[in-house]
């Protein structure tokens, strides 16, 4: 369709689109070994000890090295990999680093995804890691000519590597070879993990994962590529010095003349960045755009386009086409809600909308919160373009709201962040607080900073900003700003951190309250000299000490010896014969509430609602369901293996999506898979109790039952014939 921009390759329509809206990037180097295409138009280009980062018009420069390759997350963030083999991850172009260490001998071949890295060392020391995690597993590659791989659940992995010899596909604990005569010079998995793209000098082949060797398809090529990658799940690109060319399943190409220019695959399509030009964008078309745009369509969504174009020219024509597609005008406006969603072109957007509004309209009952919904997506995308992120629909979804604003958050587009904040009606404070933040590091003079005047969000927090002001040296306003914060126990916990023992005792002091007098006693130096110091003249924090506190410190006869209380002393020797034991789990009990209390602070600065869980159980659950590994990490020392492990059921076992990461738990921690094979056949799972029933230690009887549960009958027979037990095996028969 040359009017449309659409190419057929075998029997699919595909169209390549400009984000119009979106700024044209400044001019760059376009060597893919210098230059990395990031996710939205990000560019990264390496040169002259320097990393250049491109969105849009806006360009940042940092200071950086020996750099053998960069990455740039959908977050924000990106990752820089050393020729010396260690890599540094960057929270956004304007902060500090972290930085890990793969190994110290060079890289000889890498790769990096959104979902880790995979390096070969000098020495041949394959290793893959997600970011800021140890390496999963190590091999020996000492050919390897290029990488691929994919990041599976629960920290596996699977590594496809080009060698000298063919292609070595590498799991955590497997290594498998696949012969081939010429290795390839490139390797690329398709995002679904069901392809390897093999890329050759003369050749490109495309062949399943489980037979690298037997390609399904080849295409012979003339010109040299310089750069590959794959367009969703369907095409490979390749471009050269003509352009683009897109392979698909069979001889058929198709060809675009995007000279200079960079490739990135997503899931969704291909993202192209040219110099001095705005993004484009390769696709399939959707069948709802396909319905309503092609020439001579005769779908109900075109008619009620045909209708909105007569009603504009108020004609009785646009009644007589309603009525022709009464029956269908749902579908019709489904389609039209779909198909604007995914349009780059905003006039075209608004028409189609204003036909779903037509139909909207004419239905006597529709559901408009689709509509409403896409129109609200359609104007954030309009803005985020605008600002220089090349953004689709489909990706707009596939990442949550907290997401976006993160996003916008790393590049400080605070205004734009609080603007679609306040659109979508949802909390501003994160925005606010990190506007903050970054007032405070900057060289303007407190007076010149506006926080105070700015902030006036419930959502504040004062604690994180007095932190930060306090670590850039602002000690006035960090006194203004901690003074603020109305929670006790935050100001402690961070004077605490600070290392301001005497601010700490006297806050704590001031505000009376027994959780803060009780965890500034228990962080108080251990020397008595110290302690009597910080703890004199502060009668609060004094009385708590004296009437709860002390036995769990076991020096106050030395205070009371210190004051000279002839009284106290009498009491305490009268009661000298204290039980150690009941001391230490009063220790115990009082570390773990400490604990506690900390975790449901740090939840409810994240906007959590923890104030109505009933019980510390339930705390455990709500981490558990947010991330299991977390909750592991945090609950390990308060509750027993055996609660956790019950916890993990009730949460994950409840949800399908989550039974997989359960079984992985379960046998990694070896849990009772006698209670596992109980609990779900109690909700009919049975297809889960048989996994866990295979796993468990049931003997006689009880195992031959448990088979019948689970609708093993054949199972049953057989172990029934084994035990002898001829009354079970008669009712199997007979069932």
Same mark, same amino acid.
């Given at each position: 369709?040359?009017?449309?921009?659409?190419?057929?390759?075998?029997?699919?329509?595909?169209?390549?689109?400009?984000?119009?809206?979106?700024?044209?990037?400044?001019?760059?180097?376009?060597?893919?070994?210098?230059?990395?295409?990031? =996710?939205?138009?990000?560019?990264?280009?390496?040169?002259?000890?320097?990393?250049?980062?491109?969105?849009?018009?806006?360009?940042?420069?940092?200071? %950086?090295?020996?750099?053998?390759?960069?990455?740039?997350?959908?977050?924000?963030?990106?990752?820089?990999?050393?020729?010396?083999?260690?890599?540094?991850?960057?929270?956004?172009?304007?902060?500090?680093?972290? &930085?890990?260490?793969?190994?110290?001998?060079?890289?000889?071949?890498?790769?990096?995804?959104?979902?880790?890295?995979?390096?070969?060392?000098?020495?041949?020391?394959?290793?893959?890691?997600?970011?800021?995690?140890?390496?999963?597993? +190590?091999?020996?590659?000492?050919?390897?000519?290029?990488?691929?791989?994919?990041?599976?659940?629960?920290?596996?992995?699977?590594?496809?590597?080009?060698?000298?010899?063919?292609?070595?596909?590498?799991?955590?604990?497997?290594?498998?070879?696949?012969?081939?005569?010429?290795? =390839?010079?490139?390797?690329?998995?398709?995002?679904?993990?069901?392809?390897?793209?093999?890329?050759?000098?003369?050749?490109?082949?495309?062949?399943?994962?489980?037979?690298?060797?037997?390609?399904?398809? +080849?295409?012979?090529?003339?010109?040299?590529?310089?750069?590959?990658?794959?367009?969703?799940?369907?095409?490979?690109?390749?471009?050269?010095?003509?352009?683009?060319?897109?392979?698909?399943?069979?001889?058929?190409?198709?060809?675009?003349?995007?000279?200079?220019?960079?490739?990135?695959?997503?899931?969704?399509?291909?993202?192209?960045?040219?110099?001095?030009?705005?993004?484009?964008?390769?696709?399939?078309?959707?069948?709802?755009?396909?319905?309503?745009?092609?020439?001579?369509?005769?779908?109900?969504?075109?008619?009620?386009?045909? $209708?909105?174009?007569?009603?504009?020219?108020?004609?009785?024509?646009?009644?007589?086409?309603?009525?022709?597609?009464? &029956?269908?005008?749902?579908?019709?406006?489904?389609?039209?809600?779909? $198909?604007?969603?995914?349009?780059?072109?905003?006039?075209?957007?608004?028409?189609?909308?204003?036909?779903?509004?037509?139909?909207?309209?004419?239905?006597?009952?529709?559901?408009?919160?689709?509509?409403?919904?896409? %129109?609200?997506?359609?104007?954030?995308?309009?803005?985020?373009?605008?600002?220089?992120?090349?953004?689709?629909?489909?990706?707009?979804?596939?990442?949550?709201?907290?997401?976006?604003?993160?996003?916008?958050?790393?590049?400080?587009?605070?205004?734009?962040?609080?603007?679609? %904040?306040?659109?979508?009606?949802?909390?501003?404070?994160?925005?606010?607080?990190?506007?903050?933040?970054?007032?405070?590091?900057?060289?303007?003079?407190?007076?010149?900073?506006?926080?105070?005047?700015?902030?006036?969000?419930?959502?504040?927090?004062?604690?994180?900003? $007095?932190?930060?002001?306090?670590?850039?040296?602002?000690?006035?306003?960090?006194?203004?700003?901690?003074?603020?914060?109305?929670?006790?126990?935050?100001?402690?916990?961070?004077?605490?951190?600070?290392?301001?023992?005497?601010?700490?005792?006297?806050?704590?002091?001031?505000?009376?309250?027994?959780? =803060?007098?009780?965890?500034?006693?228990?962080?108080?130096?251990?020397?008595?000299?110290?302690?009597?110091?910080?703890?004199?003249?502060?009668?609060?924090?004094?009385?708590?000490?004296?009437?709860?506190?002390?036995?769990?410190?076991?020096?106050?006869?030395?205070?009371?010896?210190?004051?000279?209380?002839?009284?106290?002393?009498?009491?305490?020797?009268?009661?000298?014969?204290?039980?150690?034991?009941?001391?230490?789990?009063?220790?115990?009990?009082?570390?773990?509430?400490?604990?506690?209390?900390?975790?449901?602070?740090?939840?409810?600065? &994240?906007?959590?609602?923890?104030?109505?869980?009933?019980?510390?159980?339930?705390?455990?659950?709500?981490?558990?369901?947010?991330?299991?590994?977390?909750?592991?990490?945090?609950?390990?020392?308060?509750?027993?293996?055996?609660?956790?492990?019950?916890?993990?059921?009730?949460?994950?076992? +409840?949800? =399908?999506?989550?039974?997989? &990461?359960?079984?992985?738990?379960?046998?990694?921690?070896?849990?009772?898979?006698?209670?596992?094979?109980?609990?779900?056949?109690?909700?009919?799972?049975?297809?889960?109790?048989?996994?866990?029933?295979?796993?468990?230690?049931?003997?006689?009887?009880?195992?031959?039952?448990?088979?019948?549960? %689970?609708?093993?009958?054949?199972?049953?027979?057989?172990?029934?014939?084994?035990?002898?037990?001829?009354?079970?095996?008669?009712?199997?028969?007979?069932?």
């Amino acid at each position: 369709m040359q009017s449309l921009n659409w190419d057929n390759l075998d029997g699919v329509w595909y169209r390549v689109r400009l984000f119009d809206d979106t700024p044209p990037l400044s001019n760059f180097n376009c060597d893919p070994d210098q230059t990395t295409l990031g =996710p939205f138009g990000y560019v990264a280009t390496s040169a002259n000890n320097k990393l250049t980062l491109l969105l849009g018009s806006s360009e940042i420069s940092i200071p %950086c090295q020996y750099v053998y390759s960069t990455h740039i997350l959908k977050n924000g963030k990106f990752v820089i990999l050393t020729q010396k083999g260690s890599y540094r991850i960057y929270d956004d172009p304007y902060s500090g680093f972290n &930085e890990f260490t793969l190994f110290t001998d060079g890289i000889q071949v890498a790769s990096l995804t959104d979902s880790g890295i995979v390096a070969v060392s000098l020495n041949g020391t394959l290793v893959c890691c997600r970011y800021g995690e140890k390496p999963q597993f +190590s091999h020996t590659v000492p050919d390897a000519l290029a990488l691929s791989f994919m990041a599976l659940p629960n920290n596996n992995f699977i590594v496809y590597a080009a060698t000298t010899s063919g292609i070595s596909v590498f799991t955590n604990d497997s290594v498998s070879n696949y012969s081939l005569t010429i290795p =390839p010079i490139s390797i690329e998995l398709s995002p679904n993990g069901k392809l390897l793209a093999l890329l050759y000098t003369d050749k490109l082949q495309i062949s399943p994962v489980g037979s690298p060797n037997s390609p399904l398809i +080849s295409h012979t090529l003339i010109l040299q590529t310089r750069q590959i990658a794959w367009c969703a799940n369907d095409l490979v690109g390749l471009t050269n010095e003509s352009g683009l060319d897109l392979y698909g399943p069979s001889e058929t190409t198709l060809h675009y003349d995007f000279v200079n220019s960079l490739i990135r695959t997503e899931n969704d399509g291909l993202l192209i960045a040219s110099p001095q030009f705005s993004p484009s964008f390769v696709s399939k078309v959707p069948e709802s755009n396909q319905r309503i745009l092609l020439l001579g369509s005769t779908a109900p969504a075109a008619i009620l386009m045909d $209708a909105l174009e007569a009603a504009d020219q108020k004609l009785p024509k646009s009644t007589h086409l309603l009525s022709m597609i009464s &029956e269908k005008l749902s579908t019709a406006t489904d389609d039209c809600i779909s $198909a604007a969603c995914d349009e780059f072109d905003t006039d075209l957007q608004k028409k189609l909308l204003r036909a779903a509004k037509l139909g909207m309209n004419t239905l006597p009952y529709y559901d408009p919160s689709d509509f409403v919904s896409a %129109c609200d997506f359609t104007r954030v995308l309009y803005n985020l373009r605008t600002e220089g992120l090349a953004i689709t629909y489909s990706e707009f979804l596939d990442y949550s709201f907290d997401f976006i604003i993160d996003l916008l958050l790393s590049q400080r587009k605070h205004y734009l962040a609080f603007r679609i %904040c306040e659109f979508l009606n949802q909390p501003n404070f994160k925005v606010l607080n990190h506007w903050a933040e970054c007032k405070i590091k900057s060289q303007l003079p407190d007076s010149q900073l506006g926080i105070m005047e700015k902030l006036v969000s419930p959502g504040i927090d004062w604690f994180r900003l $007095a932190k930060v002001a306090y670590t850039e040296g602002r000690t006035d306003l960090f006194e203004q700003l901690i003074a603020l914060e109305s929670d006790s126990f935050k100001k402690v916990t961070l004077l605490y951190e600070l290392d301001n023992l005497p601010t700490m005792v006297a806050n704590s002091d001031r505000d009376g309250q027994l959780d =803060p007098i009780l965890f500034t006693l228990f962080h108080l130096p251990e020397s008595q000299v110290e302690f009597f110091k910080l703890i004199n003249n502060h009668q609060n924090v004094i009385g708590v000490y004296k009437e709860l506190y002390s036995p769990l410190m076991g020096n106050l006869e030395d205070f009371m010896y210190q004051d000279d209380d002839k009284f106290g002393l009498a009491i305490i020797n009268q009661s000298s014969a204290l039980n150690f034991k009941q001391l230490d789990s009063l220790k115990k009990i009082f570390k773990d509430e400490v604990k506690l209390k900390t975790i449901k602070r740090e939840l409810e600065t &994240e906007g959590l609602d923890v104030s109505n869980l009933g019980s510390n159980i339930d705390l455990l659950k709500l981490i558990i369901k947010r991330s299991l590994t977390q909750a592991i990490k945090l609950f390990t020392e308060i509750f027993s293996k055996e609660e956790i492990e019950i916890a993990a059921l009730n949460v994950l076992g +409840s949800e =399908p999506s989550k039974f997989e &990461e359960l079984y992985q738990f379960a046998i990694k921690n070896n849990v009772d898979f006698k209670s596992y094979t109980r609990w779900f056949l109690e909700r009919n799972e049975k297809k889960q109790a048989e996994r866990y029933l295979k796993l468990s230690n049931f003997t006689g009887r009880e195992k031959i039952k448990m088979l019948i549960l %689970c609708d093993l009958k054949h199972d049953a027979a057989i172990e029934a014939e084994k035990n002898g037990d001829l009354e079970l095996l008669q009712q199997i028969h007979s069932a």
